[in-house]
């Protein structure tokens, strides 16, 4: 019996397959959305900016697009980080003109997430609750924040782990029904992972009902397979489920020897945009290939996860293009997806349906 050439079909018995689709791009994607896709992230729609850019002033349209073709298509959704550090407006902080209190941010973030779960919950199987909140390395602000573990934002400067256990108690109250996530970044960095690990263990010891882990999987440098497979261990097991949240593959991880995302002052910066102007069809066939490598590493974790989503659906629309470069330099063109601009599928799609129908 032939089985139809799909992505999402092949791998029913592993995983979702999701793509993050912006309203103004989702109709444009019809037609892969239906083919190869089993669950839609809105990329921005969620966020405060866009659902509450005022207390009190609800704005659902872009969002209702995105669900009303959500719907259409039989598909459900995966729902994308209100409560973040980014995205969010300063009357969020504010009271008057003075700064908020804790309880006052609770509460907006409770009236939020009724709101939100209210016109949403029927589609929504999964919600990223909180995004970001674990601290990198090194920035100013991090420095500032006087944590180990937690990001200096504002929301954490105000009410410290308050109000992510706040975002959390609002959610599990008004969408009973859909796994609730913790969603992050450079999760499979060592130090990273310990301060994710620390901050989700954090939220179980408080009570709070957290699901799941959500690995966003933005790679900016050939992914370490091992350290990949140890993450998904070390996460598992806290006895959460994960998903893969927002997937990509910048031309960086083609050339880039390091395992930290290059910035414009890092030597080889410019080595980087120089052959990124031009990338070579063997840099191209690397992003397809290195699909080929993270899924085989997905489907060996099946058992505990659950969706695999990318941050796009083709090159044609990628953050990507506007993300990380530097004044003065050239635009680089990105293609870190699994279809390609004109929406064929890269060589991936036919390996990973034939490995996943193998296997
Ligand atoms: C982060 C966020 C996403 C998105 C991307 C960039 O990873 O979680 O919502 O904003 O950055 O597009």
């Given at each position: ?34 083919q190869h896709f089993s669950s839609i992230t809105p990329e921005n729609e969620l ?89 990198d390395d090194l920035s100013s602000e991090e420095e500032a924040s006087a944590s ?28 009973p029904n859909a796994q609730l996530f913790y969603n992050d970044y450079s999760e ?172």
């Amino acid at each position: 019996m032939n089985s139809p050439f799909s992505l999402a079909k092949a791998y029913e018995k592993y995983f979702r397959i999701g793509a993050a689709v912006s309203h103004l791009n989702i109709d444009s994607y019809r037609d892969l959305l239906a083919q190869h896709f089993s669950s839609i992230t809105p990329e921005n729609e969620l966020k405060y900016s866009s659902t509450e850019p005022e207390e009190g002033v609800f704005t659902f349209d872009d969002a209702d697009k995105i669900f009303d073709t959500a719907r259409s298509l039989g598909i459900k959704v995966r729902a994308h980080a209100p409560v973040w550090h980014n995205q969010t407006g300063e009357w969020m902080y504010l009271n008057g003109d003075k700064p908020a209190p804790p309880e006052l941010i609770y509460e907006r973030i409770d009236a939020h997430s009724r709101a939100l779960c209210e016109r949403y919950n029927e589609d929504v199987y999964a919600w990223d609750v909180v995004n970001e909140a674990a601290r990198d390395d090194l920035s100013s602000e991090e420095e500032a924040s006087a944590s180990d573990v937690y990001r200096g934002s504002k929301y954490f400067r105000m009410t410290g782990t308050g109000f992510i256990e706040a975002a959390f108690r609002s959610m599990d109250k008004y969408s009973p029904n859909a796994q609730l996530f913790y969603n992050d970044y450079s999760e499979c960095e060592p130090g990273k992972r310990e301060r994710i690990v620390k901050l989700l263990k954090n939220l179980q010891q408080k009570g709070c009902r957290v699901d799941g882990f959500g690995m966003q999987q933005h790679y900016f440098f050939e992914p370490d397979y091992d350290e990949l497979k140890r993450s998904i261990e070390t996460y598992a097991g806290l006895g959460l489920r994960l998903h893969i949240t927002e997937l990509d593959i910048s031309l960086m991880a083609t050339i880039n020897p390091g395992t930290k995302r290059l910035k414009p002052d890092d030597p080889g910066f410019e080595e980087y945009i120089k052959e990124s102007l031009h990338p070579t069809p063997a840099k191209l066939a690397k992003i397809s290939d290195i699909y080929v490598k993270l899924f085989d590493v997905y489907r060996s974790y099946s058992d505990v996860i659950d969706c695999v989503t990318t941050w796009g659906v083709a090159d044609d629309y990628t953050w990507l293009d506007h993300f990380g470069g530097a004044p003065g330099m050239p635009h680089v063109k990105q293609y870190p997806l699994m279809f390609n601009a004109d929406h064929t599928p890269k060589p991936c799609i036919e390996e990973n349906i034939a490995l996943a129908q193998r296997g």
